[in-house]
């Protein structure tokens, strides 16, 4: 499968915990995004890399949230201390900038994060 | 926030139907993507048109553009049951911008 992986698929979390998920973008894709997604709404964007540089972070939800792509081919994104509100679907997106500076964006099947 | 909005909000149609779901935006955007998403699970890629574009085929999907109305139409022809799902647009610069999306069931 050469699609968008993320991992783990599912994530049961007691409050004040932190969590951990990653993101395998397409091999080829030089861009990578993070969305949350809440029950009825539509995706919402966190942050996103170019390679390794993080060019936007100002969406991240607060200061508990951070995102690494160290090397510049996977992504992790970081909750700390989780609050019942960051119950949601975390949700990576993978793009190449090719012939065009924005291009397609493909979506993994995400991880649903639930805090009890 | 939410810049995309789309409408309606949910369509229930018979199987061999057309749908036709709008979108607006409220930025300037560089393309406008539409995304499938299946009760629970990623976004499908559907089409993704350009702000140079007005109209764009795949398959039985027909996408328009209208960038001066911020605008943007996804009909889906000769429906199937298997179409039931969300739809969203996107309008992009470098992020995606979505709605709450359009619920449609399509009954067999």
């Known amino acids: 499968d050469t699609g968008v992986s993320q991992d783990p698929r599912h994530k049961i979390t007691k409050r004040g915990q932190n969590v951990t998920f990653r993101c395998d973008p397409i091999?080829?894709?030089?861009?990578l995004y993070w969305y949350r997604q809440t029950l009825g709404q539509g995706p919402e964007f966190l942050t996103y890399?170019?390679?390794?540089?993080?060019?936007?972070k100002s969406r991240l939800l607060s200061d508990r949230f951070s995102a690494e792509r160290p090397k510049g081919s996977f992504s992790t994104l970081e909750i700390q201390r989780t609050e019942q509100g960051d119950s949601a679907m975390y949700l990576c997106?993978?793009?190449?900038?090719?012939?065009?500076?924005?291009?397609?964006?493909?979506f993994g099947p995400g991880t649903r994060l639930t805090v009890l | 926030s939410q810049q995309g909005e789309e409408d309606p909000q949910a369509l229930s149609i018979q199987e061999g139907e057309n749908a036709t779901m709008n979108c607006s935006y409220k930025?300037?955007?560089?393309?406008l993507q539409w995304y499938r998403q299946n009760s629970g699970r990623g976004l499908v890629h559907l089409i993704l048109?350009?702000?140079?574009?007005r109209e764009k085929h795949s398959g039985r999907l027909r996408v328009t553009l209208d960038t001066s109305k911020k605008s943007s139409s996804l009909l889906i022809t000769a429906s199937r049951a298997a179409d039931t799902a969300s739809y969203f647009c996107?309008?992009?610069?470098?992020?995606?911008?979505f709605g709450k999306g359009t619920l449609l069931t399509v009954n067999p």
């Open positions: 930025t300037s955007i560089n393309n």
């Open positions: 048109i350009r702000s140079n574009e």
């Open positions: 997106a993978s793009s190449s900038t090719g012939t065009s500076a924005y291009n397609e964006q493909f």
């Open positions: 890399f170019q390679n390794e540089a993080q060019l936007e």
């Open positions: 091999s080829e894709h030089n861009r």
């Open positions: 996107g309008g992009s610069n470098y992020k995606l911008t």
